[in-house]
């Protein structure tokens, strides 16, 4: 490697991949077991909703290897999870509240044992009437969280007054998170009543604190480490803490190590999901498809609890606007009770499904108008004042998308193609072509202010190695790679010099969860504070050797270079050493700017928005609703790239996931409750061969606009959202059928879905 | 491990499963017959390897992909297979090579070229499907060998490592999910670990160690001298039961006979669904008789009149054979399950299980294929396919009997077949409706300027409880003008035909449309060729460059 360049901006490999490529990379299932460990497996409600009355655990108990069998009765302290609204129990006691639900444990002497008792156990159940949809939660007012409304204008009064009216309603599905690592946990009893836990987990601090209250610890008895996660998406960023808290309670009852890894249709029937959401809309427009007025209700189905479903719904309310600014609207958002899984973050976070909405009806107001999609969006976009703020009252001060649309209006060949397209409809009878560009403009930031702080820590050992602890966890999404690249560049030294063990609650207190795309931000940001702490002091301690000003001390390519002399890196950190000076230091960020008032739903809840579009073409079988993607072109803003390698993969990678959101991912419950698909026999994520050859993505030119490190742009969760051109594609292929006329079709596009709408058309 | 001199086995017949991995040969001195091979690689009592990860356990991920070889035919070089270690069991890879992602580097961090193809494209994002990908992407690259005839000249050692398409990408793996990536690295990697500069295995070595396995499993079998075609006599060749209840019968009278004694014994072949029995189901089998290793059922043969495929030729094989005479069956063919799949599937298996929703039938009822069933005590006897299915996941098999061979027409010149299915997925995914239809037609008695339909045959499946012939919708075709017409009367027959069920992968409602529709596009793609009538074979471009070709 060329020492002497900078390592901020280039496409390094990802610190892990020469050890996942050859099988060294170990997950927490990968670790070896110490002597004595022992092994979890749930014990589920068969039933959606009922009283619980009795567990019995005859058969079970008597199985040749089960230790020991744990319920909610066992529970040594506070029988709820310490999640945020703490409406959620350990474990099923007298209620069961979904299909799925933990009611308590198995502990067996091998992971086979302890599953075949688990199926053993039987709970008298008598059954409860279960609430198992959106309409049914709506109908009966169950909510977990009171519905929430955001009003800006006179939204009817435009209404009324529109020239053009549309009103209807559409549906998305939810999403399993489909990490290819189920979710696993091993809890290590350590002396004095303390514990050590390995957790796959996006949040090692908030599993500190499940499990510290759980076992009624104090949370400095309570260690969590998670070197990576084999994906978290999201779905590890409360559910994790659920399998620690009870490989910990499995631990403290029994004494032994206790590792729990859920098996994957386990993980599918427990763990929660994206949000599948209900929307119904009026809007108001004027004849070149410019909005006057809108009104949307949310529903979304939040399961049994209420985990992350404020924020989720509240992040669907920020982006219903997506780029467009909306002079009247009211949105009102309720947050449904049912009794399935507690769904949960996932990537984008609500976002995706708010954008759903207002993509929906561009769609919808082009086709009525028969106008361009593109050219009614463009009409739509955030402009200059008063048509830059946003309904929760923050202006938009950073907004590239008049420009960035053009640039891949261009780029992507879309008018070309959308007349070939048009041609090719009227010569072909059952295959038809749609095409569609849809922007992105995603906020970054959490909405709660708190958690947009992190710390870390940055070591400098006397033979120049240098490592980084900070409170973000890897999972793949390259943040200990730009961590570790922002660090270097710090320093002056080469990529390899710099290491990431593992995220630490004993290293960094009080971490944020690694989520809303802001890793990178928050803690590399952190991390280069350290680093340049540690720098500062050599630069004093060279300065003062040499005799010369301190900034005129330049580190680059492993040297410390004054106007006097150079000297390696290691040789100076000797000599600081030797001569009492401080090799590591703490760092500390906070993002500026940010203020949100939850209770007025204003304020400035995000630093900058993160924006893209896609362009996608798709092609459709009439006959059969089957569809195929041919062509995806992407421009996305990631500000100046820290690894471009990296951040291309995130946006392929979220897109991709983001197209099999809509389009093949379907999650179909039982009339009972009962989740049937629950593994990838029956539920489907994309393959390789979903993927078209063309898959281009640019990423634009431009640096944020905000101060944040290295003048990059987070990247996790936006492109996600590109996807939503893939739906209005489809939607502008079934359209080639009967132009101009409305039709309905839900997500996820199915081949089923499709056809029923190419069905309306034909009717 | 032991490290066990192979040619020196000659005691414990039968129980002891021996395999050869990374240089040598490993033994396993008391196999259990419900363990699967992704835990034995695993476990700290076995190979305590855990590079090979866990995604599914159910042979949908491929996060648990290793590569085997089997020696098959000594003459030629060794078929590498990527098969999912989640759901076979240990004691079927006796007598294979194995390799494990952990296999592949040379030491002092040398990467195989398939691994440094990865890294250079960043084809690792969370990582944890990588090492499926990585055996998938090496089976490729060990089957890309170079077919010129100076290669063959230079005998089993043909090149490996050469040039992959993007399609024979995708093929490969179709088996494996990734969650992070969007898969565009690991497609451009799949093309660039070819360029790199090659290695091979030590594929001299290890076919000489997989052929002292094969000569010491009989000669334990028979305690008798090295020779093994004189040892030729079946009952003498197999081992008897042995004590872990696991049977590998290398002949057809040995199987029956062990069938007929060992009713209750789990016939398995690929364990490709009976392995989810033991991983999802948590049943556990006292004792197993894998067919795979039985001679008789691994023989493609085609006669003047018939394709017969033995039961245990794996699905892969059995679709190129298929394939071979009907070439319209090839996409389809790719569409069946993943390739670790059809890799370790049999055809046998798949019509023997039952399914409803099972591929095969469709295709085979419409071609009018029998089955041959033996028994040790009542012989052979042949059934139609369509006949052996009786109710959910019941079939016509005697307990004692085996299925050993299907038997397929040939192709006539008059005939016209398709077949289809339909899925929420493209690639590995079980179909919702699967239909096989198969006609013929005749100029004779013909009134108008159109054929007669003379013959009819369709197969369904995802539409009842068993794989079955749509026989009141054959009888509105036969004798019927070739028409528009006559197609759109099918079209409503069918979907009256039926009481399909509305579950996880379709309606009822979508499930009669596309029996239905299916039958139109059938029409549709006889008659107007010019037409794009389908996607499932179109390779997919942007309309702007599809008119720059």
Known sequence: ?763 | MTNQDASNHHTSPGAVIRFWRGGRVHQIPTPNPNQTLLEYLRSPEGLNARGTKEGCAEGDCGACTVVLAELGDETKPLKFRAINSCIRFTHQIDGCALWTVEDLSTGQGLLHPVQQALLNSHGSQCGFCTPGFVMSLFALYQNQNDQSLQAQDQGNLRARGEPVSREQAVAALSGNLCRCTGYRPILDAAQAMTLLPKVEQPEGAIKAALLALAKATAIAGTNSDDDIKANANAKELAPAIDQQGIFHPSDLATLLQQRRDHPQAQLIAGATDVGLWVTKQGRRFESVIDVTRTKELGHIMVSASHLEIGAAVRLEEAYQALVNVRPQVAVFARRFAGLPVRQSGTLGGNLANGSPIGDSMPLLISLGASIRLASAQRGPREMALEDFYLGYRRTALALDEVLTHILVPLPKVEELSRIYKVSKRFEDDISAVCIGIHITLSRQNSTTSNPTITSARIGVGGMAAIPSRARKTEDSLIGKTFSHETFVKAKESISREFEPLDDMRSSAKYRRQMAGNLLLRFWHEITQPHQINSLESLDAKPIVWMAQE
Not at chain 1, 342 to 358: E, K, L, Y
Not at chain 1, 707 to 718: I, L, Q, Y
């Open chain 1, 1 to 763: 490697m060329d020492g002497a360049r900078m390592m901020a901006g280039h496409s390094l490999a990802h610190e892990s991949a020469a050890a996942q490529i050859t099988g060294q990379a170990q997950y927490v299932d990968d670790l070896s077991e110490l002597k004595g460990t022992l092994f979890a497996a749930p014990i589920c409600s068969q039933q959606a909703h009922g009283l619980l009355s009795a567990l019995d655990i005859t058969e079970a108990s008597a199985m040749p290897g089960v230790i020991r069998i744990i319920q909610a009765s066992d529970l040594p302290a506070d029988p709820l999870l310490a999640t945020f609204v703490h409406d959620e129990p350990i474990f099923a006691s007298t209620r069961v509240q979904h299909v799925g639900q933990v009611i308590g444990l198995v502990i067996a002497q091998d992971v086979n044992t302890a599953r075949l008792a688990a199926r053993r156990v039987k709970a008298q159940i008598d059954p409860l009437a279960p609430i198992l949809n959106i309409e049914q939660a709506l109908a009966a007012k169950s909510w977990v969280l009171p519905p929430v409304s955001m009003v800006r204008g006179e939204p009817d009064l435009a209404l009324a007054t529109a020239p053009h009216r549309i009103s209807g309603q559409t549906t998305v599905g939810g999403q399993e998170h489909f990490y290819l690592e189920g979710q696993v946990a091993y809890a290590i009893p350590q002396e004095q009543g303390r514990i050590f836990v390995h957790s796959s987990s996006q949040h090692p601090g908030e599993v500190q604190h499940w499990v510290a209250h759980a076992l009624n610890l104090p949370m400095h008895w309570v260690t969590v480490e998670t070197r990576r996660m084999g994906g978290g998406f999201g779905g590890k960023e409360t559910q994790a803490g659920h399998l620690a808290v009870w490989a910990a309670i499995a631990a403290q009852l029994t004494g032994h190590p206790v590792k729990m890894r859920l098996d994957r249709d386990e993980d599918f029937m427990i763990t929660g999901k994206r949000h599948n959401f209900l929307a119904k809309y009026e809007v108001g427009f004027d004849p070149q498809g410019q909005i006057q007025a809108l009104k949307v209700m949310l529903a979304s189905q939040c399961g049994f609890s209420a985990d992350l479903s404020g924020p989720v719904n509240d992040r669907a309310m920020f982006h219903l606007d997506n780029g467009y600014f909306l002079a009247h609207v009211r949105i009102d958002s309720f947050r449904c009770k049912t009794h399935t899984q507690s769904n949960t973050a996932f990537r984008g976070f609500g976002g995706p499904q708010g954008m759903f909405v207002i993509e929906t009806i561009m769609g919808e107001i082009a086709r009525k108008l028969g106008i361009d999609a593109l050219l009614v969006r463009r009409r739509n976009l955030y402009g200059s004042a008063p048509r830059n703020s946003t309904p929760y009252g923050m202006v938009v001060e950073d907004n590239i998308l008049p420009q960035l649309l053009s640039s891949l209006e261009h780029s992507s060949q879309y008018q070309e193609r959308k007349r070939a397209s048009t041609a090719w409809n009227a010569e072909q009878t059952h295959i038809k072509r749609g095409i569609a560009i849809t922007p992105v403009k995603f906020g970054i930031s959490f909405t709660a202010t708190q958690f947009n702080q992190a710390g870390a820590l940055v070591q400098v050992y006397t033979d120049g190695s240098v490592l980084v602890h900070h409170g973000g966890t890897e999972m793949g999404q390259g943040l200990h790679t730009k961590v570790c690249q922002i660090v270097a560049d710090a320093l002056g030294l080469p990529f390899a010099q710099v290491a990431i063990s593992a995220s630490d609650t004993s290293k960094i207190a009080n971490a944020s969860a690694t989520a809303a795309s802001a890793g990178t931000d928050l803690n590399a940001r952190a991390a280069q504070v350290a680093a340049l702490e540690i720098r500062n002091r050599l630069a004093d301690f060279a300065a003062q050797l040499d005799r010369c000003k301190p900034d005129e001390v330049k580190f680059a390519s492993g040297l410390i270079t004054t106007p006097v002399n150079s000297r390696e890196f290691v040789s100076l950190v000797q000599a600081a050493y030797a001569a009492r000076i401080q090799l590591w230091s703490d760092g500390f960020y906070k993002t500026p700017k940010i203020h949100y008032d939850k209770t007025t739903m204003q304020g400035r809840p995000f630093y900058y928005f993160a924006y893209g579009a896609a362009c996608v073409e798709v092609l459709i079988d009439t006959l059969s609703g089957e569809h195929k993607i041919c062509g995806i072109d992407i421009l996305h803003d990631v500000g100046t790239s820290i690894n471009p390698a990296i951040d291309i993969g995130q946006i392929e990678g979220g897109f991709v996931q983001g197209m099999g959101w809509l389009t093949t991912e379907e999650l179909v419950w039982d009339g009972k409750g009962k989740l049937s698909t629950h593994a990838p026999s029956t539920y489907k994520i994309p393959t390789s061969g979903d993927i078209p050859q063309h898959f281009r993505v640019d990423l634009w030119p431009e640096a944020n606009r905000e101060d944040n490190v290295f003048g990059s742009k987070a990247v996790g969760e936006p492109p996600f959202m590109l996807a939503l051109a893939v739906i209005e594609a489809l939607r502008d292929a079934v359209s080639s059928i009967h132009p101009q006329m409305a039709f309905v079709l839900n997500a996820p596009a199915t081949p089923s879905e499709v056809l029923n709408a190419i069905e309306q058309l034909r009717a």
